[in-house]
T-cell receptor
């Protein structure tokens, strides 16, 4: 079983839709949670980063973490064709043992069509 | 500020050969992490270097090795290439000051390695 599970999709939505992307993780030692976006032929770029359970909002993006159920989500409001990309969740164990190591989900391929 | 650069962008090798990939981090960043990305396994952590020392490594065979130079540039080497090594190899740099926990990792565009 992978440490982080993410439905690879693909997910296709019309422009303007609300998109929900989700990951589950198995190790309660994970304390930091991130969402990356990866366009074709590019490296991943950080979208959102959160530490605690709850919601964090940044423009059209909202990251949600529920540590009790080990569930993380990313919501995209008013989705745009430019949001079409692969979205990757990533988690980090706290403490000094996790130098430079992000553990990623499989990634969800999202297409927003006009 | 220039981003993370990786060279070469594309590489074709045959089984049994070895390959060296290069990564130049963002100026001022001292930590470099390497990842392998494949359709089947996704992004997997290879190792991390900080100030020329390997601080962390993932679960990859010893054929995968790396090093970091005093200017923070890093190289990754894969010896005795296998077909399954075909992948996108990504490096990411960060300040590295807090052990990479809260440092944002900035990724390069990757090197696409094809093993025939």
């Amino acid at each position: 079983q992978k440490e982080v599970e993410q439905d690879p999709g693909p997910l296709s939505v019309p422009e303007g839709a609300i998109v929900s992307l989700n990951c589950t993780y198995s190790n309660s030692a994970f304390q930091y949670f991130m969402w990356y976006r990866q366009y074709s032929r590019k490296g991943p770029e950080l979208l959102m980063y959160t530490y605690s359970s709850g919601n964090k909002e940044d423009g059209r993006f909202t990251a949600q973490v529920d540590k009790s159920s080990k569930y993380i989500s990313l919501f995209i409001r008013d989705s745009q064709p430019s949001d079409s990309a692969t979205y990757l969740c990533a988690v980090v164990v706290g403490g000094g043992t996790s130098y430079g190591k992000l553990t990623f989900g499989q990634g969800t391929i999202l297409t927003v069509h006009p | 500020k220039a981003g993370v650069t990786q060279t070469p962008r594309y590489l074709i090798k045959t089984r049994g050969q070895q390959v060296t990939l290069s990564c130049s981090p963002i100026s001022g960043h001292r930590s470099v992490s390497w990842y392998q990305q494949t359709p089947g396994q996704g992004l997997q952590f290879l190792f991390e270097y900080f100030s020329e020392t390997q601080r962390n490594k993932g679960n990859f065979p010893g054929r995968f090795s790396g090093r970091q130079f005093s200017n923070s540039r890093s190289e990754m080497n894969v010896s005795t290439l296998e077909l399954g090594d075909s992948a996108l190899y990504l490096c990411a740099s960060s300040l590295g000051a807090s052990g990479g926990i809260t440092d944002t990792q900035y990724f390069g565009p990757g090197t696409r390695l094809t093993v025939l």
